[in-house]
């Protein structure tokens, strides 16, 4: 590399560029600092393990996510090792730190703070799209889109700077949202591109959600190393929930992992975008499991029972829709099932709710390892997963 990289165009990825395109170190790194992002969001729900938390969890998961998203798209289409690269990805770093930092006052004193990181972040993306759309003339269409609304996204984001009050969050929502529903009115355009790659994709969003079970089994380890005085059954509740990170790595990463959507660009984006619930709901399962290794849970244990389940069964529900719109040949069973598991999850919650945690923690597991040892052969024979 040497200056004049710097200054490179963006060119967009052919077929060629795509095949057996792997994850790179700089995304490895940039994932580092979601890692931290995601640590100290989980936090906001700990301290907050009601309905009300959940939703404010979500509005600020949603965030850094979608900037997360973006980054990952844009990639797709334009990855180049360069000087200029390097630098805006290590800007990135900066500002998505700030997720991090004004997390904990989100909904107080710092919410216009956490407001600016998430501009600042999209800004600094939109000059890539502008890029794209100067020197990429069959890209230009779509980035066209992407900048219109981007400023029309930004513009909520600025009016709800200066806005107090419920108001304010009611803005920030509606910018969220139309952020989100604009790559659907590109879709048209998208068919005229090279297909995505089968092989990057899909990593870069098993990486991420490695980074989601990572954060279930810190939760789990400080809870145990917090507390002053350890009980056998914490240590049993401790083993039963990181049984469940473990049934949900399995069904993740042999279902769908490295298998991709499917070659329709339609199908594309809603593999991609019913990875955002997956993402919450897992977060804040993580969250939610363990009260059932604190001591003295911080609600009571009907409630976190409930919201266990919920947010367990969810994630199984949109593990089974992913698994649909996977580009594999896959038995429409095992997506099918699965929705069923979710489904079964959730009523295990409403059935044991008034119930020791214990009951409900035990029947879950059984649950998820006799899906797994009735429908994936590899948990009998040991050979490797089919690519």
């Known amino acids: 590399m040497n200056l004049n ?5 963006p060119a967009l990825l ?14 490895l790194f940039l994932d580092l600092y979601f890692v931290v992002v ?18 404010e969890f979500i509005l600020l998961f949603v965030c850094p996510v979608w900037i997360w998203m973006l980054d990952t798209f844009y990639k797709e289409r334009f990855e180049t090792d360069n000087n200029y690269t390097r630098f805006n990805n290590f ?18 004193k710092y919410a216009n703070c956490y407001i600016i990181t998430y501009i600042a972040a999209h800004l600094l993306l939109d000059i890539r799209w502008l890029q794209t759309y100067r020197h990429v003339d069959v890209f230009s269409p779509i980035a066209k889109k992407y ?12 009016a709800a700077i200066y806005i107090e009050g419920s108001t304010k969050y009611i803005f920030w929502t509606i910018a969220l949202v139309f952020d989100h529903l604009i790559p659907l009115f590109t879709v048209k355009e998208h068919k005229k591109l090279p297909a995505y790659s089968k092989h990057r994709l899909p990593e870069r969003f098993g990486l991420f959600l490695m980074i989601i079970l990572g954060e279930l089994v810190a939760t789990v380890v400080n809870e145990l190393s917090q507390t002053h ?28 992992a490295g298998k991709g959507p499917k070659k329709k660009v339609y199908v594309t984006f809603i593999w991609s975008y019913l990875h955002i619930p997956l993402f919450i709901a897992l977060t804040a399962g993580a969250v939610f499991l363990s009260y059932f290794v604190a001591f003295e849970p911080a609600i009571p244990a009907k409630e976190f029972i409930v919201l266990s389940a919920l947010t367990l069964g969810c994630s199984l529900l949109l593990k089974g829709m992913i698994a649909y719109s996977t580009d594999q040949d896959l038995k429409y069973s095992k997506a099918f099932h699965q929705i069923v598991l979710g489904a079964t999850v959730i009523g295990l919650g409403i059935i044991f709710k008034n119930y020791r945690q214990e009951i409900f923690l035990l029947s879950a597991n059984i649950c998820l390892y006799v899906f797994i040892l009735t429908h994936i052969k590899e948990a009998w024979s040991g050979s490797p997963v089919e690519d």
């Not at 005085?229 to 790595?249: C, D, H, K, P, T």
């Open 91 to 108: 800007l990135l770093m900066f500002i998505i730190s700030g997720f991090a930092i004004f997390s904990h006052h989100a909904f107080g």
């Open 5 to 9: 990289s710097f200054f490179k165009k």
């Open 38 to 55: 995601i640590s100290k969001l989980a936090h906001h729900i700990m301290e907050h393990p009601n309905l009300k938390g959940l939703a």
């Open 14 to 27: 052919t077929d060629s560029h795509n095949h057996n395109r792997k994850v790179g170190w700089l995304d």
């Open 229 to 256: 005085e350890l009980r056998r059954s914490q240590f049993a509740n401790g083993f039963l929930v990181l049984l469940i990170g473990f049934a949900f790595w399995w069904l993740y990463f042999d279902l769908i």
């Open 147 to 158: 900048l219109a609304g981007s400023f029309f996204s930004l513009s909520f984001l600025m």
